[in-house]
C-alpha cells in the first residue's frame, strides 16, 4: 500500500491548531484574571487552573473523561508513529526516540485547552470549547476520510486506532454546546457562583437522613441458589447509587484501561490475522503434499499425491478455523477484561461504604489505623499505570490460554464430529472407558 498525502496533513493540522490552543489559552487566561479582579485590585495575576485542580473537578467528569482519553490515544498512536512531532521535519531513526519524549510534553499542552474551556464556566469559554472541538474533530475525520488506508502494520490499523480520538471529539464537539446553550437557559449568577460539587452533597446528605432502620425481625433468610447467582452477577455491573458519585480519579483511571485494551487488542488482532490470510490465500498444493506426508492433514490416498484439490480445501478450512478461535478468544478476553474492569468500580464503592461504617477488616486483612491518601497527581498517575498495565498483561496472559483452549476444543471436537478424521481423542477416551 503507497503512502497517502491527506488534504489535511498531519503537520498542517499541528502548525495550524497549536497557535489556535496557545490564543485560546491566552484567552482564556485573561478571562479568569478579569473574573477575579476587585474594585482596589487592577492587577490581578492571570489565574488558570492547573492541571492537578481539574482532578478535583465534580460537575462535567465526561467531558473530563473524553479529554484524558484523547490524550491518552494519542499518546498509544505515538509509540509506533514515524514522526512523533508532525511540527517538525521528519525524523531520522536515531532522533525520533528523543523526539518521542519531547512529544509527551507537547500533546498534553496541546490539548489543554479542551478541558481548560470546561473549568472556567463562561460563556466565552463554552464557546471557544465548541469551536477547538469542531476544528480538532472535523480535521481527524477529514484526514481519515481522505486516506483510510496506510502502510502502518496493516491497512487499516492508522484507521482504527484512532476510533477513541474521534468517538471523544465527537462527544466534546456535542457536550460543549450543550453547556452553552445551558448557560444561556440558567442564571448567569447560579453559575458563577455555584459551589462545586454542592448538590451532589446535598443528594447525599438526604439520601442518608431519610433512611430508616427496618423494622421487624433481624434474623437472616437464607438466599436461594437463583439470588446469589443473581447477587454474583450483579456484582459485575456497575449500577449507580443514590447517594454515592465515583470519583473523578477512578473515572479517568478506568478510562485510560479501557483505551489501552481496545490499542493492545487492535495491536494482537493485525499481527496475526492477517498474516494467517496472506498464509490461507497463498495456499498451495505443493506444501499440502507435504502436509500430507508429515501426516498433518488427512488424505484418502496419500501415497498418490495426483490431486490434491479436496485436501487444499482442507488446509484451507483449518486456516479459517484458526482465525475464528482467534478472533473469539479475543473478543472473549476484551468482555471479561472490560468486565473485570466494572467489577472495580463495584468493590471501590462497597469498599467505601464498609470504612465509612467502620469495618475496616472488611477490606483489610488486619486492623490499622486509617490515613488519608497524598492529594498528588504524582499518587493518581501511579495508580492509574498500575492499573493500565496490569489490565493490558491480564488481556495478553487471557488470549494466550483462551486460544490454546478453543484451538484444542475445535481441532479435538469440533472438526473430528464434523469430517470424521483425526477421531484420535475420541479412540483414547474408548479404550480408557
Not at 497557535?19 to 479582579?37: E, F, N, T, W
Not at 490475522?273 to 507435504?290: C, F, H, N, S, Y
Request: hydrophobic share 45%; with cysteine; aromatic share 12%.
Amino acid at each position: 500500500i503507497p503512502d497517502c498525502d491527506p488534504t489535511v496533513s498531519p503537520r498542517l493540522y499541528h502548525i495550524c491548531m497549536a497557535p489556535i490552543s496557545l490564543a485560546v489559552l491566552v484567552g482564556l487566561s485573561l478571562l479568569v484574571k478579569r473574573k477575579r479582579l476587585h474594585r482596589s485590585c487592577w492587577n490581578g495575576v492571570p489565574g488558570l487552573l492547573s492541571p492537578a485542580n481539574f482532578l478535583e473537578e465534580e460537575g462535567n467528569r465526561g467531558l473530563v473523561a473524553a479529554v484524558f482519553g484523547i490524550l491518552f490515544s494519542s499518546l498509544c498512536v505515538l509509540v509506533l508513529d514515524r514522526d512523533p512531532l508532525p511540527l517538525l521535519a521528519p525524523s531520522s531513526p536515531s532522533t525520533r526516540e528523543y523526539w518521542k519524549i519531547l512529544a509527551l510534553l507537547y500533546y498534553p499542552a496541546f490539548y489543554y485547552p479542551l478541558i481548560a474551556c470546561a473549568t472556567v464556566r463562561h460563556r466565552v469559554s463554552y464557546l471557544a470549547g465548541c469551536l477547538l472541538s469542531w476544528c480538532h474533530c472535523a480535521a481527524h475525520i477529514w484526514q481519515k476520510v481522505d486516506c483510510p488506508q496506510s502502510p502502518k502494520i496493516y491497512r487499516y490499523y492508522s484507521t482504527l486506532s484512532y476510533v477513541p480520538i474521534i468517538l471523544c471529539l465527537v462527544l466534546l464537539s456535542l457536550w460543549y454546546p450543550a453547556l452553552l446553550i445551558r448557560s444561556f437557559t440558567e442564571q448567569e449568577e447560579t453559575l458563577d457562583k455555584e459551589v462545586t460539587g454542592r448538590g451532589y452533597y446535598k443528594k447525599y446528605l438526604k439520601a442518608v437522613l431519610s433512611k430508616r432502620p427496618r423494622k421487624g425481625s433481624s434474623t437472616k433468610i437464607e438466599e436461594s441458589l437463583l439470588s446469589r447467582v443473581q447477587t454474583y452477577l450483579g456484582s459485575y455491573i456497575y449500577a449507580p447509587e443514590e447517594g454515592f458519585r465515583i470519583p473523578l480519579k477512578l473515572v479517568l483511571s478506568i478510562t485510560t484501561a479501557v483505551i489501552a485494551v481496545y490499542q493492545v487488542a487492535l495491536l494482537l488482532l493485525v499481527a496475526v490475522i492477517p498474516t494467517i490470510q496472506i498464509v490461507r490465500a497463498g495456499m498451495t498444493k505443493d506444501i499440502v503434499v507435504l502436509l500430507v506426508q508429515f501426516g498433518l492433514v488427512p488424505s484418502e490416498s496419500p501415497a498418490v499425491p495426483s490431486d490434491m484439490e479436496k485436501e487444499l480445501n482442507t488446509v484451507k478450512y483449518y486456516l479459517w478455523s484458526l482465525e475464528v478461535c482467534y478472533i473469539c478468544s479475543l473478543v472473549l478476553c476484551c468482555l471479561l477484561t472490560c468486565a473485570m474492569l466494572l467489577r472495580t468500580l463495584v468493590m471501590h464503592r462497597n469498599n467505601l461504604k464498609a470504612l465509612y461504617q467502620g469495618a475496616v477488616l472488611d477490606v483489610f486483612y488486619k486492623a490499622h489505623s486509617l490515613c488519608p491518601s497524598r492529594k498528588a497527581i504524582v499518587c493518581w498517575m501511579s495508580f492509574a499505570g498500575f492499573q493500565t498495565a496490569f489490565a493490558c498483561l491480564g488481556l495478553l496472559i487471557q488470549q494466550v490460554i483462551f486460544f490454546i483452549c478453543s484451538v484444542g476444543f475445535t481441532f479435538l471436537f469440533v472438526i473430528p464430529l464434523q469430517s470424521g478424521t483425526n477421531m484420535h481423542l475420541f479412540k483414547i477416551i474408548q479404550n480408557m472407558w
